[in-house]
T-cell receptor, first 114, second 114 residues
Framework: AQSVTQPDIHITVSEGASLELRCNYSYGATPYLFWYVQSPGQGLQLLLKYFSGDTLVQGIKGFEAEFKRSQSSFNLRKPSVHWSDAAEYFCAVGAKTGANNLFFGTGTRLTVIP | DTAVSQTPKYLVTQMGNDKSIKCEQNLGHDTMYWYKQDSKKFLKIMFSYNNKELIINETVPNRFSPKSPDKAHLNLHINSLELGDSAVYFC?????????????FGDGTRLSIL
């Protein structure tokens, strides 16, 4: 069965600093991988996704993520964080067969300080 | 224009009551979902419908009954509400039920049981 681990519950960074949010997954093969962001009081918005091919994927809002098969990881990065990036970030894994059933991690809350 | 809209946004009610949450999407998608997000932000799928047919039915009490009158609507009815039902419920949709289809989320319905 699929599972996702986000080891960091809460991360605080200074505005302008770089950011890396960790995500590890468990799946029998290469899954589909997603990062979503949730702003307070809102639903989840897709930041980026990985299906196959180039292991470095670019997303919206200047985010990127790198798939590393050997580490079963899909970490999210941003070179320079903006105050508006403060939100909850969710990594999710989807199976490559069957219905579109996403398994989410428990999320990482990002705080940005001036 | 709101892509996935849920009503109501907030729902406060007493234990034992029956309530419904409505969801509509104007994206022309074939597939819709209900997720439950608990107090620890853990997001878990409950149901999924594709073209009005149930395709994902996770282990959910049978007090929860989804209904899809057409592929643009997926409502969630909950009977005999319990304290543990307090959560944020998210509706989502995707173009199709394929496993690589990104899901678009509504802003959530925060259900509080007194």
């Amino acid at each position: 069965a699929q599972s996702v681990t986000q080891p960091d519950i809460h991360i605080t960074v200074s505005e302008g600093a770089s950011l890396e949010l960790r995500c590890n997954y468990s799946y029998g093969a290469t899954p589909y991988l997603f990062w979503y962001v949730q702003s307070p009081g809102q639903g989840l918005q897709l930041l980026l996704k990985y299906f196959s091919g180039d292991t470095l994927v670019q997303g919206i809002k200047g985010f990127e993520a790198e798939f590393k098969r050997s580490q079963s990881s899909f970490n999210l990065r941003k070179p320079s964080v903006h105050w508006s990036d403060a939100a909850e970030y969710f990594c999710a894994v989807g199976a490559k067969t069957g219905a579109n059933n996403l398994f989410f991690g428990t999320g990482t809350r990002l705080t940005v300080i001036p | 224009d709101t892509a996935v809209s849920q009503t109501p946004k907030y729902l406060v009610t007493q234990m034992g009551n029956d309530k419904s949450i409505k969801c509509e999407q104007n994206l022309g998608h074939d597939t819709m979902y209900w997720y439950k997000q608990d107090s620890k932000k853990f997001l878990k799928i409950m149901f999924s419908y594709n073209n009005k047919e149930l395709i994902i039915n996770e282990t959910v009490p049978n007090r929860f009954s989804p209904k899809s009158p057409d592929k643009a609507h997926l409502n969630l009815h909950i009977n005999s509400l319990e304290l543990g039902d307090s959560a944020v419920y998210f509706c989502a949709s995707s173009i199709s039920a394929g496993p690589n289809q990104p899901q678009h989320f509504g802003d959530g319905t925060r259900l509080s049981i007194l």
